[in-house]
């Protein structure tokens, strides 16, 4: 069944409001409600089903513009469930507004199931799954009148803005949930966009990214391109396979898994990158268009990869596998490895590796989450803590198979000494010099100890001098042992570069039952060296250069929960919280105190 798009109303004050359009009749439906305010985008209103298309109109004939939305419905469509449509704009066409910089020749800004268009949130979910952007958010929050009116926009470049709800409402509600605004004189042309010749709209850099959300071929050097990946971190000549032809294997055994959207950009990504550093891809992702999430997700990728291609007992199989699902979608990371196996031996172990985890039920999009989001239903209004630390205790034994995957009552059950959060706290920050680790540590909440090495070595006379650090190290681990036995947050403020270093403290936060939390500073090198150079404390050039080369940032899973931290100084992202994204974490880690276990 095909539904024509309703007619958006205008804004009492729309200044491109002709004489035969629709204008809004008062604003009760928006008075008092969470709004949404995005750029109104000047192309083609375009409706995607599983099985076609059509522009507004129903029975819109072919045009040379819609020729690339047909390849990206064609692309897509499996994605969208039967009665489910998208809504959006077909951007390829330059109509009035000429675009130089856009992400994608498609935008989505509504998604409907029947009747029912989905709250904005799950549109976003939604759209991105699918590999579709959504127009830019101008403004959110409880409807303003005075703060719409005070948007500014370019009107060279922007036709207007669209408000609507936050929640989702009914096709009977259109009207009331959703309006416009227009510039005025909005159509600048002699000639209507259909009758003249078609110019394409420019893409950005950013394009690339979205082209591999949306199942496109991966254009590996459009990729590079878009994140920063220069020629002085080439790929080694002698490789056996071109980085191109590594990305498009990779993205090939990732569509025969059935992976869409940010889990195959993420897997592409992690083969484009897979020989580079991974924290200074980590950092230089998450400083760039992917964000935080994205950039841990493809940087743990790149470091768990190698764990399949080797021998590994099948007796720890399980709980090797479960402590990665906790961090990775292990079907992306079978397809990863598998591409990038060198020789039947690495690719034996790959393919056994995949038949165990699909044994176990891991190999889907979210093994973890049936189970995750039981617990979180039967521990609604535990404190956060406490949930955090039973879903990680869930997930441990869950992979050593006390517990069953959708067994929530069992679950429930091996969790109850954890519900009373009595357990002591130990948040661990790891990253080079000048990261920003004591600046977001001191500024933390709750704290009731704070442990700083450097300032534990200043008290002997200098920060800088290292040739006490047996000393320092022993002192605060014993400080740290005796915090934690009084209970409450302990801030563990060093370095912390490798497993080695954090196993160090955290065999004491486990012999003292505390919930662990690793808080990882990912800023890029540049950024580094240029706060080194102005701290009233530097370290030595090659001090820092030899702490870049040696840090090796833990893996989601190595604590009972991860919290990423941006050159900002601010969580951009978590992982192992229960109301948390799905990505959680396990107590004893990947690299069990470094002997190499997954």
Not at 300 to 312: A, E, M, N, T
Not at 403 to 414: D, L, P
């Amino acid at each position: 069944m095909r539904i024509h798009y309703p007619r958006t109303p205008h804004l009492p004050w729309s200044p491109g409001a002709a004489a035969d359009d629709v204008r809004a009749v008062g604003l009760a439906g928006l008075v008092g409600r969470e709004v949404v305010v995005t750029e109104k985008l000047d192309g083609e209103n375009t409706t995607l089903y599983a099985d076609g298309l059509h522009a507004r109109s129903l029975d819109s004939a072919h045009h040379p513009s819609r020729a690339w939305v047909k390849g990206l419905q064609g692309r897509i469509g499996a994605g969208i469930p039967a009665g489910r449509r998208v809504c959006g704009e077909n951007m390829y066409a330059r109509h009035s507004i000429p675009y130089e910089d856009l992400d994608s020749w498609f935008y989505g800004f509504s998604v409907w199931d029947g009747e029912h268009c989905l709250d904005w949130d799950r549109t976003v979910r939604f759209l991105r799954g699918l590999g579709v952007p959504t127009p830019r958010v101008l403004w959110r929050g409880t409807f303003d009148e005075r703060a719409l009116r005070r948007l500014k926009l370019d009107t060279a470049r922007q036709e207007g803005y669209v408000v609507r709800t936050a929640d989702g409402f009914t096709r009977e509600e259109f009207a009331r949930c959703v309006a416009k605004w227009v510039r005025g004189g909005h159509v600048q042309t002699g000639t209507h966009w259909m009758f003249a010749q078609v110019v394409p709209n420019g893409l950005g850099t950013a394009a690339p990214l979205w082209a591999v959300r949306s199942g496109a071929e991966a254009d590996a050097v459009g990729l590079a391109a878009a994140v920063g990946a220069d020629d002085t971190e080439a790929p080694d000549a002698a490789a056996p396979l071109s980085t191109a032809e590594e990305v498009a294997e990779v993205a090939a055994r990732i569509d025969a898994s059935g992976r869409t959207g940010e889990d195959r950009l993420a897997g592409v990504l992690a083969a484009l990158l897979h020989r580079r550093p991974r924290p200074r891809t980590a950092a230089r992702l998450a400083a760039g268009p992917v964000g935080m999430g994205l950039a841990r997700r493809v940087a743990d990728l790149v470091g768990l990869y190698p764990y399949l291609q080797r021998p590994f007992p099948d007796g720890d199989r399980r709980v090797g596998l479960v402590r990665m699902a906790a961090a990775v979608d292990l079907g992306v990371l079978h397809a990863l490895a598998g591409a990038l196996a060198d020789g039947p031996e690495a690719r034996e172990c790959v393919e056994w590796s995949a038949l165990c985890a699909e044994e176990a039920g891991l190999l889907g999009p979210d093994p973890l989450e049936p189970l995750r989001a039981g617990l979180r239903e039967a521990l609604a209004g535990l404190e956060t803590d406490a949930a955090d630390r039973c879903w990680a205790e869930a997930r441990r034994a869950f992979g050593q198979g006390r517990i069953s995957g959708s067994a929530v009552e069992e679950a429930v059950a091996a969790t109850w000494q954890w519900r009373e959060g009595t357990f002591p706290r130990l948040v661990q920050l790891c990253g080079p010099s000048g990261s920003g680790k004591s600046t977001f540590g001191r500024e933390l909440p709750g704290v009731d100890t704070y442990i700083s090495l450097d300032e534990l070595r200043e008290a002997r006379g200098s920060r800088a001098d290292q040739r006490s650090n047996a000393e320092v190290l022993s002192k605060g681990l014993d400080r740290l042992d005796a915090a934690l036995v009084r209970g409450g947050t302990v801030v563990w403020d060093a370095t912390s570069l490798t497993d080695q270093q954090r196993g160090l403290a955290g065999s004491v936060a486990r012999r003292r039952d505390a919930l662990v939390t690793h808080g990882v500073v990912l800023v890029e090198e540049a950024e580094l060296v240029r706060r080194n150079g102005v701290r009233p404390h530097p370290v030595p050039a090659p001090v820092l250069a030899s702490q870049l080369h040696r840090f090796s940032p833990p893996h989601a899973g190595q604590a009972h929960r991860t919290w990423y931290i941006g050159a900002a100084g601010h969580v951009e992202d978590t992982a192992g919280g229960l109301a948390a994204g799905p990505a959680g974490g396990l107590t004893d880690g990947f690299t069990d105190e470094g002997r190499g276990r997954y």
